[in-house]
């Protein structure tokens, strides 16, 4: 099959963002069993670590069944980015981004992230070798500028430089980046977004296709810009509200059922927990209710079990689920 035609990779109407902490192997099996129509990316790896891996498959831990999910890759070095996406080449992800959007003071010091945004150039390298390392889509997430980088022209300019070296899909973070001064959580929600900034390169670019990110919290705000943006990425309201991502992949605001996912998230816990792992687990449970009613009652529940570390108490929220469910008119 030709990678670039997967369904869920053309078709996603909802991504989930690569968020380190969160969207780890575990979160992106309940993702995907809950969302099966949504694209669900990685935390970024940096190409060394996936280089340096011993056991490759306790890191990447993907069932092959898995389907759409996207490795994001951090880097600079077009040789080192290759390896990494060669060494990523069995694990079947349906696409490999590349990081020029992180601002974190870490992530400068190894000349990655958002601030290869002043380096097109060497960004287009990058996308280069990472192409023929794979068939796969090579896509890149940024922002709409960094520090006094921060023209439309500018912006213009690493599109087009980048898509020359064949990336043809863009994740634009609608807000701009600070380099020096502020942390990352703060060029999470300092800088101010501009939606119609990323509208402006999408109808500058009408043959690129971009992913619209940042802010969006509600299926209203998302419904809205789907109109113009065939896909928008979700990032720290996904684990607070699961069931968004359900809801925009259906393209439907009406509530999910839920116990037939936790049911089947629950016995994969079964299968590959131990007591270190078990809260690392179940913590992705706890914003599966959010924004319904009894929402609260649902989430103490889970830091109860998660607390007392019980396996065996599994069988009680998934009884509670079935409840949660029918008192939101989910079945
Ligand atoms: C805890 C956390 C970790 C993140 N880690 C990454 C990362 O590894 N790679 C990346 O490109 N962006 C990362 N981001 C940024 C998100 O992918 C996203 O671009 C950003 O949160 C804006 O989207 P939102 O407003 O929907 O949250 C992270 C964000 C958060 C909150």
């Given at each position: 099959m030709d990678v670039s035609e997967s369904i869920i990779y053309r078709h996603a109407r909802v991504s989930v963002a690569p968020m380190m902490g969160y969207t780890d192997r575990h979160f992106r099996v309940l993702m995907r069993l809950l969302a099966p129509r949504s694209l669900i990316y990685t935390q970024m790896m940096k190409d060394e670590a996936v280089i340096r891996l011993q056991d490759r498959s306790v890191l990447f831990g993907e069932d092959r069944s898995l389907k759409g999910v996207v490795l994001q890759l951090g880097g600079a070095s077009p040789e080192r980015l290759a390896l990494a996406v060669a060494i990523a080449e069995p694990y079947e992800y349906e696409a490999i981004n590349l990081n020029v959007g992180c601002p974190s003071s870490?992530?400068?010091?190894?000349?990655?992230?958002?601030?290869?945004?002043?380096?097109?150039?060497?960004?287009?390298?990058?996308?280069?070798?990472?192409?023929?390392?794979?068939?796969?889509?090579?896509?890149?997430?940024?922002?709409?500028?960094?520090?006094?980088?921060?023209?439309?022209?500018?912006?213009?300019?690493?599109i087009q430089t980048v898509h020359e070296a064949g990336c043809n899909d863009f994740i634009v973070h609608a807000r701009k980046a600070w380099l020096k001064g502020l942390s990352p959580a703060q060029n999470r929600s300092i800088p101010k977004l501009d939606y119609h900034r990323v509208l402006a390169l999408k109808?500058?670019?009408?043959?690129?296709?971009?992913?619209?990110?940042?802010?969006?919290?509600?299926?209203?705000?998302?419904?809205?810009?789907?109109?113009?943006?065939?896909?928008?990425?979700?990032?720290?309201?996904?684990?607070?509200?699961?069931?968004?991502?359900?809801?925009?992949?259906?393209?439907?605001?009406?509530?999910?059922?839920?116990?037939?996912?936790?049911?089947?998230?629950?016995?994969?816990?079964?299968?590959?927990?131990?007591?270190?792992?078990?809260?690392?687990?179940?913590?992705?449970?706890v914003g599966v209710y959010q924004g319904q009613p009894n929402a609260s009652f649902w989430r103490k529940a889970v830091s109860n079990v998660m607390q007392n570390n019980n396996l065996s108490c599994l069988q009680d929220l998934l009884h509670l689920s079935g409840q949660m469910d029918q008192s939101i008119g989910a079945i």
């Open positions: 870490k992530v400068q010091l190894a000349n990655m992230g958002a601030c290869l945004f002043k380096q097109p150039k060497r960004v287009a390298q990058c996308v280069e070798a990472m192409r023929r390392a794979t068939n796969r889509p090579i896509t890149v997430k940024m922002r709409i500028g960094v520090d006094e980088c921060d023209r439309f022209e500018d912006a213009v300019h690493f109808s500058h670019f009408p043959k690129i296709n971009f992913v619209l990110n940042g802010g969006i919290v509600s299926y209203e705000q998302a419904m809205l810009w789907l109109g113009s943006f065939n896909q928008v990425m979700i990032g720290r309201q996904a684990p607070r509200q699961l069931q968004l991502i359900a809801q925009l992949a259906l393209g439907s605001s009406e509530p999910i059922e839920c116990q037939p996912v936790l049911k089947k998230y629950f016995e994969y816990i079964e299968r590959n927990t131990d007591s270190n792992r078990f809260h690392h687990m179940l913590k992705h449970c």
